[in-house]
């Protein structure tokens, strides 16, 4: 096949990080007889560099014009970069809003996999972790708590702060069906997470999912309420497949998830529309601290590619020979600064990218 993939290298980390992404790609086409055309896009600081401004009209346009968009990571150490100067509109972190805004990015895709070679990271007794654990959650992202009306008013002489959670039909519906397609290419069983013993979204939330489900009969649906999943995560991580959740509860499970895995530096992630377009990118930031060192770690933004190859692309055999060239470099003991423990050999940036490549 034939795909154009935007790529945004961004800031710190990012150029170095998603050149090895590339390199991965570049192997996958030859390997496979693909043929990826890369789109250079300016984001964030980047961009503020040479336009004044983290993200342009044009660069949306060309951007509309790709399948895909790979991402490394946007902005700077707030402290001492010129870019945090500037109106809060105009610094890096305000292009990641108006990307998410020009391509109505309402669904937001990350794995908690622990692999099996870096159990030693997990804060998770070694009972319940053999094997290790491979799951993702599905967090709808422009709706619910975080964009409904707010206010705060004087009632009585007292400041009374109102936050409104608001979810249509439709949203739910749009969430559902991304999370069950997910569920599809994975182990067809969905668990939808919400609170409907107390709020009507989430009752609404259950019934809408429900009716979703009716379409996906080879998907197996069951509903948690967030305050058991969020005590289930720490004691049977291993029973969850895909998580199907709103916006907020979404937001403090996904760190949760990602911090039982133990290696943030290793979990990608995705944001889609309701086309095949995704937009992906590593969970981590742009690591000021360690930039043109070049000692980060790849392998998030390498397993973003992965990620885009299945869920873009519908190349799933090519997204496999990724992930697991990844876990055979991780068996030969390889590891970059974040991920290095005792008896396991340090290697840089490129090296990681190229010992996974060479892999495929
Ligand atoms: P965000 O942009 O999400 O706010 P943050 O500022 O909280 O991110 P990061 O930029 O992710 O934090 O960096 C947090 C720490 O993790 C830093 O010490 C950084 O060096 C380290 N880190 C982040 N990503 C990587 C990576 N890919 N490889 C190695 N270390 C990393
Ligand atoms: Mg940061």
Request: proline share 4%.
């Amino acid at each position: 096949m034939k795909a154009t993939i935007g790529v945004i290298r961004g800031d710190g980390i990012g150029p170095e990080i998603v050149q090895e992404a590339i390199k991965v790609l570049d192997k996958i086409a030859g390997s496979f007889g693909h043929t990826f055309v890369y789109k250079e896009l300016l984001m964030g600081g980047a961009s503020i560099d040479v336009y004044g401004e983290p993200l342009t009209d044009e660069t949306i346009r060309e951007g509309q014009q790709c399948d895909a968009i790979l991402m490394g990571s946007i902005g700077g150490d707030p402290t001492t970069s010129p870019w945090y100067q500037l109106e809060p509109a105009k610094r890096p972190e305000a292009g990641l809003l108006k990307i998410r805004k020009a391509f109505n990015l309402f669904a937001n895709l990350r794995p908690a996999t622990l692999y099996e070679e870096l159990k030693e990271a997990c804060p998770l007794k070694e009972s319940i972790i053999s094997g290790g654990f491979d799951m993702v959650i599905m967090r709808e992202l422009t709706g619910g708590l975080y964009f409904g009306e707010r206010k705060t008013v004087n009632e009585n002489g007292m400041r009374v702060a109102y936050d409104s959670l608001t979810y249509s039909e439709e949203e739910i519906r749009r969430i559902s069906i991304k999370a069950f397609e997910i569920a599809k290419k994975r182990s067809c069983k969905v668990i939808s997470v919400d609170k409907a013993n107390v709020l009507d979204s989430s009752r609404l939330w259950r019934n809408v999912v429900e009716e979703v489900a009716k379409d996906y009969p080879e998907v197996t649906l069951t509903h948690m309420l967030v305050d058991n999943c969020a005590m289930q995560l720490v004691k049977n991580p291993k029973q969850f497949d895909v998580i199907l959740t709103e916006n907020m509860f979404g937001d403090i499970l996904s760190d949760e998830a990602s911090m039982v895995t133990g290696s943030i530096g290793m979990l990608p992630s995705a944001s889609f529309n309701e086309t095949k377009f995704g937009l992906y990118e590593p969970s981590g930031g742009s690591a000021p601290d360690i930039a043109g060192q070049k000692i980060a770690n790849p392998i998030a933004t390498i397993l973003s590619a992965a990620m885009m190859l299945r869920y873009s692309f519908d190349l799933d055999a090519e997204g496999k020979a990724i992930e697991e060239s990844v876990k055979n470099v991780l068996k030969q003991g390889y590891r970059t600064i974040d991920i290095v423990s005792e008896g396991t050999t340090l290697i840089g940036t490129e090296e990681m990218g190229s010992k996974i490549a060479e892999g495929i």
